[in-house]
């Protein structure tokens, strides 16, 4: 009852903190559908962790992200020093001494994205309570918050009501992104792709300190994000400072990349176990190097092309698809892979700031 009692608070209060906040005002619609949206995020965060609990292997990333910010927080009382040094010192693969007995029973120490996440577990159990449901309310609002900063920055340059209320939709409620982005993984930390767009969008020196954070919010959580990030920006540079030639070439280019890349791998199986097993390879030689060297931020790119074609364009893959679910899910990535081909095809042959900011929003 009483954990009950702490989501139905915390929901109210950020519930009310929207509300009244000038900043979630929209003009073309009402507040109270945005709190709509916001409810609407809180409920699929909410699904999502009755899918870990009731459905999904036990196994999962979830449980051990949290069993690891358990282990945080009972230092809280033991030693105030020790609790501070294993949520704010830098993770890696040197263990200091008086670590050494909570890191070797916690699982992500030496990973940088996972043991981030961590540290957020522990920060809101701290805050709340070590109750699944009510930290999944927090993600839940970081997941809001991050879409409701990448529509503002996407909607600037729309002028159509209907457009914007597809664009509203398309944000928050597309079901891949809409249910993992919303759950307690690193994809709840699309809020940094948010952040990192508002700060583009401002022509300031807060504008450039909110975009830098929202970039080390990315390296620390999803370098694939960052990787995104940077592709996108660099179709605007194309778009908007290049010969008209120029564009046609380059993006002509990716779109046969892409198909070269991406439907091969629907069809033929082998190629797929190849693709995994190199993405192991790099996930055990990032878990080596936790730390932010040279060598991990060299093959961050390469890890990034796999990582997205394993999770954004392919998975579950046609021939793999043994549920209704898996099978919405395999036709919405290859729609998406579509319209992405579309998006990038039509761009060399239009000078639109607009088609850019399409493009950095479907990446």
């Known amino acids: 009852m009483k954990e009950v009692a702490i989501y139905i608070f915390y929901l109210l209060g950020f519930g009310l903190f929207i509300y009244s ?18 409810f609407a995020t809180c409920g699929i965060a909410f699904f999502s962790i009755y899918a870990h609990i009731h459905i999904f292997p036990p196994a999962s990333d979830i449980h051990s992200f949290h069993l690891d910010a358990l282990i945080i927080n009972l230092y809280l009382k033991k030693d105030l020093s020790q609790y501070l040094d294993l949520l704010l010192r830098s993770g890696g693969a040197n ?69 914007l209320i597809a664009l509203l939709l398309l944000c928050f409620l597309i079901p891949n992104e809409s249910f993992w982005t919303a759950s307690m993984h690193k994809e709840t930390l699309l809020l940094s792709v948010g952040i990192a767009l508002y700060g583009l969008s401002k022509e300031n020196l807060f504008g450039f300190i909110t975009m830098t954070i929202g970039l080390m919010m990315m390296v620390y959580a999803r370098d694939v994000y960052l990787w995104a990030f940077l592709i996108g920006l660099f179709v605007h540079y194309l778009i908007n400072y290049t010969e008209l030639r120029l564009r046609q070439i380059v993006l002509l280019a990716i779109v046969l990349i892409l198909i070269l890349l991406i439907l091969p791998l629907h069809l033929d199986r082998s190629l797929l176990t190849i693709l995994i097993k190199k993405k192991q390879e790099f996930a055990l030689l990032k878990n080596a190097n936790s730390s932010l060297e040279i060598l991990h931020f060299l093959q961050a790119p390469i890890h990034a092309i796999y990582n997205t074609l394993l999770n954004g364009f392919i998975q579950p893959t046609i021939f793999k698809v043994r549920s209704m679910y898996d099978l919405v899910i395999s036709i919405e990535n290859l729609l998406g892979f579509f319209v992405l081909l579309l998006y990038i095809y039509m761009i060399p042959f239009k000078n639109s700031v607009k088609n850019a900011g399409i493009f950095l929003f479907h990446l």
Not at 129 to 134: D, G, K, R, T
């Open 95 to 163: 263990i200091p001494n008086h670590l050494a007995e909570p890191i070797y029973s916690m699982g992500h120490w030496g990973n940088i994205s996972n043991y981030f996440i961590v540290r957020i577990y522990a920060l809101i159990i701290y805050l709340s309570s070590p109750n699944l449901y009510v930290i999944s309310l927090f993600f839940g609002m970081m997941s809001f918050m991050g879409k409701f900063l990448m529509f503002k920055f996407f909607q600037q340059r729309i002028q159509s009501k209907a457009n």
């Open 21 to 38: 906040s000038k900043f979630f005002q929209l003009s073309f619609i009402s507040k109270k559908y945005v709190l709509g949206l916001f």
